[in-house]
C-alpha cells in the first residue's frame, strides 16, 4: 500500500516543486536585474547632475537638495523604486542647473 | 520553438494529472466478491422466503414435556431423523437420556417450544441435533450424505452423548450401504433421461428444473435424477455411477433428498470441492429446514457455477470483455513518473532559457564594438574641447564608463544601447560645439566600423 502509493506522491510534489520553481526562478530574476538595471540607470544620472553642478555659474540650492537626496537614497542602495526616485531627482537637479546656467 | 515546448510542458503535466486522477478513480474498493463475475444467483436465504418451512407443528410444551417424561424416546409426527438403536442404547448405556425428535421446517416459535422442554436431554428437529450446550453437525462428506440421504444422525446423536459426558468423540463410521439398481430399476430413468433430460421418482417434489441455473452450471447440459429421501437402514440404488458408465461424456446430477451428488466428467476435480462447500456452508439450515428439493438443487448448481467461474482445476475461464483500465493499470505509475520527469526537465530547460542574457552579439553591430568606436571618438574629441564644451565630454565619458560596467554585469542589452545611446548624443553636442563635422558620432562611427 505505502511501497504503491509513493511514487505518486513523490511525483505529485516533484512536480509540483518544479512548476514553483519555473513560475518563481525567472521572476526573481527579473526583478533583480531590473533593479540592476535601474541603479545604473540612476548611478549615470547621478553623475550627470554633479557634472553639471560643477559646470554651472550660479548656485542653485534647490538642486542642490533634490541631489543630496538622490545622493543619500544611492547609498542606501534600496530597490528598483528608490533607484528610480534618485535617478528621477538627479535628472530634475541636471536640469535646473542646466537651465541655472 | 519556445511556445512549442511550453505547451509540451504544460501537456504533460495536464496527462500526469489525467492519469493520477484516474489512478485514483481506479481505487474505489468494493465489499462484492465475485467468483470470476459469476453469474450465480440462487441463494437458501433467510426464513420464510424459499419455502423452507412445512405444515408440521408441534404440541405445546406441557404436552411435550409429559410425552418425553413417559417415554425415553418421543417421535413427533413429521419426524424424518433416524439413528442406528443399538449404538445408541449402547452409548447411553443405562442412563436416565430422553430423546425428543421434532419433525422439520419449524418456525422459530415452534422451535423455541421444542428447545423449552427441558426434560429431554437430546432434542432433534428434522436432522439438526441438539442438547444443551451444543449442536452436533457432521464435517465431512460422508456424514452429510447419511445425514441428508436418509436422515441418519448416529453420528451426531453419539457425538452429542459424548460431548455431554466430556469424553472424546467416536471416530466417525460411514454405515451408508450401496446397491446396484435393478435393470428394472434403471430401464425407465435411461428412458426418460434420453427424452427430457430428467428423471423424477415417485415421492420427490421437484416440479421442474432450476433452467437457467442448470444451464449455467453445465452449459453442455446435463441429466438430472431426482429421488426423494430414502428410508433409513436400506441399501441406496448408485443411479450416479450406473448411468456414468452408460453415458461417460455426460454430466449426471443425482439427487436424494436434500443430498445431491454429481457423477461425470471432471468429477474427481470438482464435485468434492463443489459439494463440501455447499454443505459446509448450506448444512446447517438443509438439517434444520424443509426446504423444497427445487431450491437446494438450484443453490448447489449455482455453486457448481461459482466453482466453475473460479477458474480452478484448469477450466477454461469463460471470456471476459476486454477492459483498457485493467490492462494500463499496471502502467499508470510509469507513465505518471514519465510525464514528471519530462515536465520537470522542461521547466529546468525554461528557467535556464531565460537565465541571463547571452553576451550581445559581437560584430559592427554589436554594443561592444560600439562602446570601443565610441571611447575612441571621446579620445579624440578631448584633445579639442574648451570649457563651454567640457561638461557635455565628462558626461559623454560617464556613460561610456557606466555602459562598460553594465556590459561587465551582463545586464541586458536594451539597457547598454541606452546608455550608448546617452552618450552618442553628449559627445554629438561636444562635436556640434567644436565644429567638427567629421567627429558626430554617425559619421566617425561609419568610418571606423565600415
Known amino acids: 500500500m505505502t511501497l ?27 526583478r533583480a536585474e531590473n533593479r540592476r538595471v535601474a541603479w545604473s540607470s540612476a548611478r549615470a544620472a547621478i553623475h550627470d547632475a554633479g557634472v553639471s553642478r560643477d559646470a554651472a555659474r550660479t548656485p542653485v540650492p534647490e538642486a542642490d537638495r533634490l541631489l543630496a537626496r538622490a545622493e543619500l537614497l544611492a547609498a542606501a542602495r534600496g530597490g528598483a523604486d528608490a533607484a528610480r526616485e534618485a535617478a528621477e531627482h538627479a535628472r530634475r537637479a541636471d536640469e535646473m542647473w542646466r537651465r541655472g546656467r | 520553438m519556445r511556445a512549442g515546448r511550453d505547451v509540451l510542458r504544460w501537456s504533460l503535466l495536464g496527462v500526469a494529472v489525467a492519469v493520477l486522477a484516474v489512478f485514483l478513480a481506479a481505487q474505489r474498493q468494493s465489499v462484492t466478491v465475485s467468483y470470476g ?22 404440541p405445546s410444551v406441557a404436552e411435550m414435556t409429559a410425552l418425553v417424561a413417559a417415554d425415553p424416546v418421543v417421535r413427533l409426527p413429521g419426524a424424518v431423523a433416524h439413528w442406528d438403536e443399538a449404538r445408541v442404547r449402547a452409548a447411553i448405556d443405562g442412563a436416565d437420556t430422553r430423546i425428543l425428535v421434532a419433525p422439520p421446517g419449524l418456525d422459530e416459535a415452534e422451535r423455541r417450544r421444542v428447545k423449552d422442554v427441558q426434560n429431554a436431554t437430546i432434542r432433534i428437529v428434522g436432522t439438526e441435533v441438539s442438547g444443551d450446550p451444543y449442536v452436533a453437525a457432521p464435517d465431512d462428506l460422508p456424514g452429510w450424505r447419511a445425514q441428508f440421504a436418509t436422515g441418519d444422525v448416529t453420528g451426531q446423536v453419539l457425538a452429542l452423548l459424548a460431548g455431554l459426558r466430556k469424553q472424546p468423540s467416536p471416530p466417525d463410521r460411514d454405515d451408508l450401504r450401496w446397491r446396484e439398481p435393478a435393470a428394472a430399476e434403471l430401464a425407465p430413468v435411461t428412458d426418460a433421461l434420453r427424452a427430457t433430460g430428467r428423471y423424477v421418482g415417485p415421492g420427490a417434489t421437484l416440479p421442474r428444473l432450476p433452467q437457467e441455473a442448470a444451464r449455467e452450471a453445465f452449459p453442455g447440459g446435463a441429466w438430472f435424477v431426482v429421488l426423494p429421501a430414502q428410508p433409513y437402514g436400506r441399501a441406496l440404488p448408485a443411479y450416479g455411477p450406473a448411468l456414468h458408465r452408460l453415458a461417460p461424456e455426460r454430466p449426471v446430477v443425482v439427487m436424494y433428498g436434500d443430498w445431491i451428488e454429481y457423477h461425470g466428467p471432471g468429477a474427481a476435480d470438482f464435485a468434492e470441492v463443489a459439494g463440501a462447500s455447499f454443505y459446509a456452508q448450506y448444512g446447517g439450515r438443509l438439517s434444520r429446514y424443509a426446504y423444497p428439493q427445487l431450491n437446494v438443487l438450484g443453490a448447489y448448481l449455482a455453486r457448481v457455477t461459482d466453482v466453475r467461474y473460479a477458474g480452478l482445476f484448469d477450466r477454461p475461464l469463460p471470456y471476459r470483455p476486454f477492459d483498457p483500465l485493467r490492462v494500463a493499470l499496471p502502467a499508470l505509475p510509469w507513465l505518471f513518473a514519465g510525464c514528471v520527469a519530462g515536465f520537470v526537465v522542461l521547466s529546468i530547460r525554461t528557467v535556464r532559457g531565460a537565465g541571463p542574457g547571452r553576451p550581445g552579439e559581437v560584430g559592427p553591430a554589436g554594443a561592444p564594438a560600439r562602446l570601443a568606436g565610441l571611447s575612441a571618438l571621446a579620445v579624440e574629441l ?39 545611446a546617452d552618450a552618442a548624443a553628449e559627445l554629438d553636442q561636444v562635436a556640434r560645439d567644436v565644429r567638427m563635422p567629421g567627429y558626430r558620432p554617425d559619421v566617425y562611427l561609419r568610418g571606423t566600423l565600415s
Not at chain 1, 504503491?4 to 525567472?26: E, K, N, R, T
Not at chain 2, 565628462?394 to 555602459?403: I, K
Open chain 1, 4 to 30: 504503491s502509493v509513493l511514487p505518486w506522491l513523490g511525483g505529485g510534489v516533484v512536480a509540483l516543486a518544479a512548476g514553483f520553481a519555473a513560475a518563481l526562478l525567472p521572476r526573481r530574476r527579473a
Open chain 2, 37 to 58: 463475475r459469476s453469474p450465480s444467483s440462487a441463494t437458501l436465504s433467510d426464513e420464510g422466503s424459499a419455502g423452507e418451512l412445512s405444515d408440521a407443528t408441534v
Open chain 2, 382 to 420: 578631448s584633445l579639442l574641447t574648451d570649457a563651454r564644451s567640457d561638461p557635455a565630454l565628462v558626461r559623454g565619458v560617464a556613460r561610456l564608463r557606466a555602459a562598460r560596467s553594465a556590459l561587465d554585469d551582463g545586464l541586458p542589452d536594451r539597457h547598454v544601447r541606452g546608455l550608448l
